[in-house]
């Protein structure tokens, strides 16, 4: 392809632009509705879209200057990559603040484990090092170190649970899913780097796309396991509820099409039908047997009241 940078990009610029209108229009909500304020934790929901907000504006920065380095070269690498450390310097305190309030940090924690390595790519893009590429990604030979560690620990622990028997299948279930999610996202990413480091020092032939194919599994494996993550941030386009929820409410029909019931009492979840027709039919047979027996009580009050008679026997 032959396109412009700017083009190549332009992914990036919708993701950007959603951030930012999302965070606008939760911000003119928050502003405009005080008395929304008061539910539940939304301060620490409106806290973390602001710095989740302030990040997505210094890798917008950051992508602007490396497109314009692609297109023109005008500048150094090093200038490039400023925004970025500064970010990654900045995420380590968002990290602490997500832990301490219990939100979900996966941007912040990737651009902290990461900050030496942005300090060692521009270095060697500027020919200020003449190192290989296997040395300059040692930083992120460390993380994925760790992340395989990590990985490791995940299968012997399910291992120990699935010879449990005092686990329930639910824990099991939920370590199996587990091991499996870390093997198919750290497994896949340690051989692109592998490849990558391979090509850039020119002992790989492969073409590119045949190298980025494990980073594009990946990804996809990571969008499937977003479906099973935790609620996001609610005041994001000022919805004030769970994303499902709030998709369910605008679009009643996909519950029909979807042949779900989806209840908002029990935490978000799902059930199929069949099995909310049975426990309605398991509910009014109890029903029923709670009606009679509030009824032979009502009966029993009814009857009449005999004075007990006491009988005194002569001696």
Request: hydrophobic share 50%.
């Amino acid at each position: 392809m032959n396109w412009p940078y700017w083009v190549i990009f332009i992914p990036l610029w919708v993701w950007k632009s959603i951030a930012t209108l999302g965070a606008i229009v939760g911000a003119i909500v928050w502003c405009r509705y005080p008395h929304y304020r008061v539910e539940g934790d939304s301060y620490s929901h409106f806290k973390a879209m602001l710095i989740s907000l302030s990040l997505h504006l210094i890798l917008l920065m950051f992508e602007l200057l490396a497109c314009d380095r692609l297109t023109s070269g005008r500048h150094l690498w090093v200038l490039v990559f400023i925004p970025l450390i500064f970010g990654s310097v900045a995420s380590v305190g968002a990290c602490v603040w997500a832990v301490k309030h219990d939100r979900s940090f996966e941007l912040e924690l990737f651009c902290a484990v990461n900050a030496l390595q942005f300090v060692f790519l521009p270095l060697k893009l500027d020919g200020f090092v003449s190192w290989s590429w296997e040395v300059v990604f040692v930083p992120l030979w460390i993380v994925l170190c760790l992340c395989l560690v990590a990985v490791l620990y995940s299968i012997i622990f399910c291992g120990i649970l699935l010879r449990t028997p005092e686990v329930s299948p639910q824990q099991k279930k939920s370590a199996i899913n587990s091991a499996i999610g870390n093997c198919a996202t750290v497994l896949p990413i340690l051989v692109f780097q592998v490849l990558l480091a391979d090509k850039l020092d020119e002992d790989l032939d492969w073409p590119f796309i045949a190298v980025a194919g494990p980073l594009l599994l990946t990804l996809f494996v990571l969008i499937l396991l977003s479906f099973n993550a935790k609620g996001g941030n609610k005041w994001w386009f000022g919805i004030r509820k769970n994303f499902c929820q709030f998709l369910l409410g605008v679009v009643p029909c996909l519950q029909e099409y979807g042949n779900i019931s989806y209840h908002t009492e029990s935490a978000g979840q799902t059930q199929p039908l069949d099995t909310a027709t049975a426990q309605l039919d398991e509910f009014e047979k109890y029903d029923k047997k709670g009606k009679k027996a509030a009824l032979s009580k009502k009966n029993d009050h009814l009857k009449p009241v005999v004075p007990i008679i006491s009988i005194d026997l002569p001696d």
